[in-house]
Structure formats: C-alpha cells, structure tokens
C-alpha cells in the first residue's frame, strides 16, 4: 500500500506541474514541455526508498522492452511494406472486353462470344489492374492493428531512458515520424481518387507520376521509417 501511495504523490505532483505550466509558463514547443516533463519525472522518483525504487526498475524494464520492440516491430512492417510495394499497392483482378470487340462492326462477333460464355477468356478478355492502398493503411496501422498503433506515445514515454544530452535529437526523431506517419495516412487516403485507382490500366504499364497521391505515400512512409530507425538508435539495446 505504501508503494501505490508513493506512485499516487508522484503522479499528482506531475500532473500539478505540467497543469502549471499549461496556464502559467507554457514552454514555446512541444519539445520542451516533453523534456521538462521527463526531468521532473527522474527528480521526484527520488522520493522512492532503494526497496521500492528496485520493484519499480524490475516492472519498468519488462514494458521498456515491450515497447521497444513493438517500436522496432513497426520499423520491421514498415520495411515489408516499401519491400513490396508494387504487390501491395496494384491490384490485377480485373478483367475488360477489349475495346475493338465493343465497336458497332464487331456487333455480331461480341454476340457471338457472349452467347457461348467467353467473354471472360483470355482469347475475349484483357487482364486490367487499379492501385490500390487498402493494404497500405493495413500496414500503417489505421485499422487500429498493428505495431505502429500508439507508436508517437510509446517513443514519447521512453523518453525517460534516453541519454539526457540526446533527449533534443531524440524528440526532433518522434516528431518527425509523427508528421511523417500522419502524411502517409493522409496521402493513402487521398490516393483512392487517383486516376490510375480509378481508371484500369493494362497489367504491367502502370507509369509513374511523381505527382500522384500514391506516389506521394511512398516518399512519405520512407521518411516515416527512417525517423523511426533514427529515434530507436537513442534507445537501450533489449536483452531479448
């Protein structure tokens, strides 16, 4: 009971100074109220008595993991995701009547083949694909699964083990894969409107428009992965 009395000073203390700061003395960028917050958390767990503060180490380090490696989880899903993306991002389900069978002088001929099921052979039919980005937002965790959900908090918390001289670079990283991860979720929705999601090509002559949405995307999860790696360089190497 003394242990969770203790947890329930420190917790009220904390929340009395960012509630402080929030009305008095807001510091100018999110970065500093985030390093103000960690300091203030390492001066009062000197409060805690050697007994207390050693069970308190043991339970911290079991979720100091956890969280590291469902960082490092997300860093590994977004990998996949770059590694394949074309597999990811177009989908060749679709199947049309080539366009010369559709004309008035074919008539007869597209008669023919519907009246004998064959439109959707090869011999009648052309194998068309759309982009896609459904599995792109599965991967960046949208559907409320996955490694990356909650990533910006767990790199906020784990703040409290970085090296303190490294603490401003780290937050620069948290940051930036914050917007970075946002852009990407944004982009990938935006790029269901894209011509070539909406519009079939034939298989194989996708061509690449850097001003596209999807295209837009990928650069954006690249700097979302790459932040990612940056931030997880400050933090303590795992046991497992």
Not at 2 to 26: K, Q, V
Not at 89 to 101: F, G, H, I, K, W
Not at 127 to 147: A, E, H
Request: charged share 25%; aromatic share 8%.
């Amino acid at each position: 009971m003394y242990f969770f009395h203790r947890i329930f000073i420190l917790l009220l203390l904390l929340s009395s100074r960012l509630s402080s700061a929030s009305a008095f003395s807001l510091p100018a960028s999110r970065r500093d109220v985030l390093t103000k917050f960690v300091g203030e958390a390492m001066v009062v767990s000197t409060l805690f008595p050697p007994q207390e503060a050693s069970a308190a180490a043991n339970s911290a380090t079991s979720w100091i993991e956890d969280d590291i490696h469902m960082l490092k989880d997300g860093s590994d899903v977004l990998g996949t995701l770059l590694e394949n993306w074309e597999r990811a991002t177009v989908d060749c389900t679709y199947a049309d009547v080539p366009r010369e069978l559709l004309e008035q002088k074919n008539k007869e001929l597209l008669l023919e083949k519907a009246s004998t099921f064959a439109l959707f052979d090869k011999s009648t039919s052309v194998v068309s694909c759309k982009t896609t980005t459904k599995t792109v937002r599965d991967y960046l965790g949208i559907n409320g699964r996955g490694p990356l959900v909650g990533a910006e908090k767990r790199m906020i918390k784990l703040a409290d083990v970085v090296d303190p001289d490294s603490l401003d670079d780290y937050f620069t990283e948290t940051e930036t894969f914050a917007q970075a991860l946002a852009r990407s979720s944004a982009l990938s929705w935006f790029a269901k409107n894209d011509f070539e999601a909406i519009n079939n090509f034939e298989k194989g002559s996708l061509v690449v428009r850097e001003d596209s949405n999807l295209e837009q995307s990928i650069r954006a999860i690249i700097e979302t992965k790459s932040a990612l790696d940056a931030a997880l360089k400050f933090l303590p190497a795992t046991t497992t």
